[in-house]
Nanobody, 120 residues
Framework: QEQLVESGGGLVQPGGSLRLSCAAS????????MGWYRQVPGKEREKVAL???????NYAGSVKGRFTIVRDSAKNTVYLQMNSLKPEDTAVYYC??????????????WGQGTQVTVSS
């Protein structure tokens, strides 16, 4: 059974930095796409960043230039480095991984979520 374990959330002041980690385990599939969404109460889950394999990245406009997603394939872990954080970045951040068998999509796995709070 696939599992994604997130860590690194917390409270930070505006302008500060945090690094989120998401470690995948237990999957017999290739996790070709990994990334992060975030959600605040009363709003839909919003895509933040994703990485395809290890080098093709995509970011939401609101975080571009401030957040960086990288993947350590050897550890099956994806990281989200968040710099210049703003109060509007406050949310629960969810890691996801898309499973593939060859080129066949086999579904998405979600992490449990980690709270990020940006406040003075």
């Amino acid at each position: 059974q696939e599992q994604l374990v997130e860590s690194g959330g917390g409270l930070v002041q505006p302008g500060g930095s945090l690094r989120l980690s998401c470690a995948a385990s237990g999957s017999g599939f290739s996790l070709n796409v990994m990334g992060w969404y975030r959600q605040v109460p009363g709003k839909e889950r919003e895509k933040v960043a994703l990485i395809i394999n290890s080098d093709n990245t995509n970011y939401a406009g609101s975080v571009k230039g401030r957040f960086t997603i990288v993947r350590d394939s050897a550890k099956n872990t994806v990281y989200l480095q968040m710099n210049s954080l703003k109060p509007e970045d406050t949310a629960v951040y969810y890691c996801f991984a898309d499973k593939y068998l060859g080129f066949i999509y086999k579904g998405r796995v979600w992490g449990q979520g980690t709270q990020v709070t940006v406040s003075s």
